[in-house]
């Protein structure tokens, strides 16, 4: 019996060693010591609780400049969430106790708007109702209703089925802080009388007017620029201006003055629009940009995907990569003359295999002796500070299109477009921390990728990594076929 025993145990042993228990025992041993892990680092994540947004373009989390706007906020200011009970929007309500998390000044307070009505009342100037859903943002200068359906940007060329495109509450709150701790609103002048394409008839009033600016049409003709004037918009023209308005314009810009100029080919020679610009250094490069790289085009050459330089303006767009489309675009030039005083930076340019169709009865699709090879500049931002005037100066910016707030076919309204205009018209005002709070677009337009990288994606996904699987595969195969 007690040798029975004896060759038992020594049976047992010998199986300890073999190939398949010590195989399975490092396996066991393995398991065991990821679900510990796993575990472990449960309870350390419980413990700490950390929020990662990992959404594409960070649509939970503020932005550097709203920190910023935060830490200059030293009043008390109350947001008012109108939501009935279980109603809340989660995403909403995520982004607005960020707020609160970072500046204790701020506090959030959600009302039931069927038991709130007198409350309400008092914020409802138009005596019209406000929404539920909706947001109030009270402070020391002042208070402002921001709708429900401002907190998205929405493209209506579908009226039936409009489609959300991007989600605006960071930029519509901080946006709303800045003007309830000021109680600024810079006025926006739309230069009319030319057969402009006028930014009310664009329904870009509303969208001015939420980024506490002050829309208002203006005929020079008829008087000087106003005091009150933050800037002035010419967009579009298909008619050139008067001696008179021109030299109206030029005496508010020697005082200070900022405008924004946007023109294409449409606009023709316009002689004394041109010699404002003149004035200032650059002058419009006639013709249309055609786009031969398929990356910086939207599969249209006309459809131009311009690359954004490291200005202001259009950084946030290159950090974020949100792109911009320029329809039929003209180009933009630096003068060889001008003064050293201007400061004149370039803000979107075409690739260098473009080329500018100064021939527009040329219609041959590649390039030919009279046209310019690329790239183009597309816009310009100038600065020029004002003499014996310290910290004054004239800002301009002068983009190559006539199109830029008009939807694009197939695409409908180009969220990086409007970011664009807001952040040039910001910038003209130097109020740099609203310029890189934008919208966080949910729309994408199509992949740009070379020829070159098409080959060596669809190798990757459709050779290298299936074969690498199947090694893989193979080698673990033939290992157990020997155990």
Do not use: C
Not at 93 to 107: C, D, P
Not at 341 to 356: H, K, N, Q
């Amino acid at each position: 019996m007690k040798l029975k025993n004896m060759n038992l145990k020594a049976l047992f042993l010998e199986s300890l060693q073999t190939k398949q228990v010590r195989y399975g025992g490092y396996a066991a041993l393995l398991t065991l010591s990821l679900v510990l892990g796993l575990m472990l680092l449960n309870l350390i994540i419980q413990q700490f609780s950390p929020q990662v947004d990992l959404t594409r373009n960070k649509l939970f989390s503020l932005s550097e400049q709203t920190t910023k706007v935060l830490e200059g906020i030293k009043s008390p200011v109350t947001i008012y969430a109108l939501w009935e009970p279980g109603k809340e929007s989660r995403q909403v309500k995520e982004v607005l106790e960020k707020y609160v998390a970072k500046n204790k000044n701020i506090r959030l307070e959600i009302l039931d708007p069927d038991k709130n009505p007198g409350l309400i009342a008092k914020y409802d100037k138009t005596r019209k109702g406000i929404e539920k859903g909706s947001l109030i943002i009270e402070g020391e200068k002042g208070f402002k209703v921001i709708p429900q359906v401002d907190l998205y940007e929405i493209n209506w060329m579908n009226f039936q089925n409009p489609e959300i495109t991007g989600f605006s509450v960071e930029k519509r709150v901080t946006g709303t802080l800045l003007y309830v701790t000021s109680g600024t609103t810079p006025v926006v002048y739309d230069l009319t009388g030319h057969k402009e394409k006028a930014l009310f008839d664009l329904q870009m009033k509303p969208v001015i007017e939420r980024e506490n600016f002050t829309y208002k049409q203006l005929n020079l003709l008829q008087s000087e620029v106003p005091e009150d004037a933050g800037l002035l918009v010419i967009n579009s023209p298909k008619q050139d201006l008067t001696p008179a308005e021109r030299d109206r314009i030029l005496s508010y810009l020697q005082k200070g003055g900022r405008l924004l100029v946007m023109a294409d080919f449409q606009s023709g020679d316009p002689k004394n629009l041109k010699e404002i610009l003149a004035s200032y250094g650059v002058d419009f490069d006639f013709g249309v940009v055609v786009e031969m790289n398929k990356s910086y085009n939207t599969g249209n050459p006309f459809h131009v995907i311009p690359e954004p330089s490291l200005h202001d303006i259009v950084r946030p767009l290159k950090e974020n990569s949100v792109p911009v489309v320029l329809q039929f675009a003209q180009g933009v030039k630096t003068l060889d003359l001008k003064r050293r005083t201007l400061e004149i930076e370039p803000l979107l340019t075409s690739s260098a295999d473009s080329f500018l169709r100064v021939d527009l009865q040329n219609n041959s699709p590649s390039f030919s002796a009279t046209d310019k090879k690329g790239p183009i500049t597309l816009g310009v931002a100038i600065k020029e500070p004002l003499e014996n005037q310290q910290g004054k100066e004239t800002r301009i910016v002068v983009l190559g299109t006539g199109t830029l707030l008009e939807p694009l076919s197939l695409f409908g309204q180009i969220q990086g477009n409007f970011d664009l205009f807001m952040n040039s018209l910001t910038w003209l005002q130097d109020r740099p921390e609203s310029i890189s709070v934008r919208s966080k677009s949910l729309i994408t337009l199509p992949m740009r990728l070379s020829g070159l990288q098409v080959i060596i994606f669809g190798l990757l996904f459709t050779a290298i990594i299936p074969l690498g699987l199947f090694a893989a595969g193979l080698v673990v195969w033939l290992k157990r076929r020997h155990l």
